[in-house]
DNA sequence: TATGGATTTCAATCATTTCTGAAACATAGT
DNA sequence: ACTATGTTTCAGAAATGATTGAAATCCATA
């Protein structure tokens, strides 16, 4: 008796094989785990479950899919559908692709590895360490003018400085010791700000063979 | 008339200023805007937002804290407070301090920025990359039996695996490209697990100043 | 420019995470 | 053993973030 008429619809031909351990119904398992294992580590990373799932299932199955696959792969609706599929566009590692005679939008991963974390790691710095650097140095710029190392000439009546011993000392030197815990922090940022922009850029490749090799070599 | 009797309690030693300008406020406000900083910072990288800000007040004070100044400083509960200093103590990135003649418990930050980021990273990394690995080769495994390219002989009947044409072979064909892509994904992963394990060694500051040099090369 | 399918938006709902506060627990000194 | 002081736990409350689904919008085609 035919045990090969299981017809789950595998990613866009269906093509099912035999019965127990059938390699159509191993491949959709492991999918369907790859998907999960993803979606949990995109949430432990800040990123949406759904948005990370469905990056996964694009990257694991390999073929373009539309909106309606998802859905139905996915079990979710068409309104986080569509806005997880505008993130990972946005973020660049989903392109558009389409088919011939077709109206329908169909999405697929970026397949190179490292390309695709070349994108990830390029998008969150622009949205999230960018920012944070803009406002560490702003926060910086708030006791430029009180540290006496480099104030600016402005005295108010003549007691407002560090001068006549003690409490106004005392704080003094707490501003001093502050701003070099924030310049301290601020070259730390900047200096792996630049790293990551040689990553990222075009050129990036080159890093990404020294990591391999760094990566590889005798411990 | 005195003006320097504001008395509001900066740090541990309160040490007031003067008027409007006053370095201490100006001091206090600094703080005040580094730590919604690195609240924000921490929450969008997945760590608490109230864990990072008392992170962040222990680090730019520099200056040890018991549980209830923190809870004062941050009008946050006893219990949150505790937690989040239970939870940067297995972070290690916060340490217990006493004083002589003083039955509390005081919590300090280191102050080096880059053994703190090493300390972060390695943490992450043992939680939420490390078992994501581990994941990755069960998934992989899934499909080491059916991929023809390294089976193991097991063949049930002689009608199992990649012949009679069409059907099958795609299937086949699928597994490969879905094994390749896991691999491909697993060597990336362990690729950034030695560099890590690399930089977060007690000898990762050889890395560390690698890294400056290169942040700081020619672009 | 009307049509019909595809896509996006967004207020309402639902789920998850974080926070609180008070009670239970520890521990040093008496 | 008892008290005084400090710390941890945890069930429920509050806040935050994700998801839905139906209406609005878009757009290629006729």
Known sequence: MARDTT?????????????????????????DQFIACWGKMGSAWGISRTMAEVHALLFITGEPMCTDDIMERLQISRGNASMSIRALLDWGVVARAHRRGDRKEY?????????????IVRER?????????????????????????????????????VREGGIADETAARIMAHNQRLDEMLKFFETVQTLTDRFVSPSGRGLQIAASILGKAAS
Do not use: C, Y
């Open 7 to 31: 017809g789950e619809a595998n990613g866009a031909g269906g093509a099912g094989g035999g019965g127990g351990d059938d390699p159509g119904v191993t491949l959709r398992a492991a999918q």
């Open 107 to 119: 999405f697929k991963a970026e397949q190179d590895v490292w390309a695709m974390f070349r994108a």
């Open 125 to 161: 710095m622009k949205r999230e360490a960018d920012p944070a650097l803009v406002s560490l140095h702003e926060i910086r710029d708030l006791t430029s003018g009180v540290d006496s190392s480099k104030r600016k000439g402005r005295r108010r009546g003549g007691r407002d400085g």
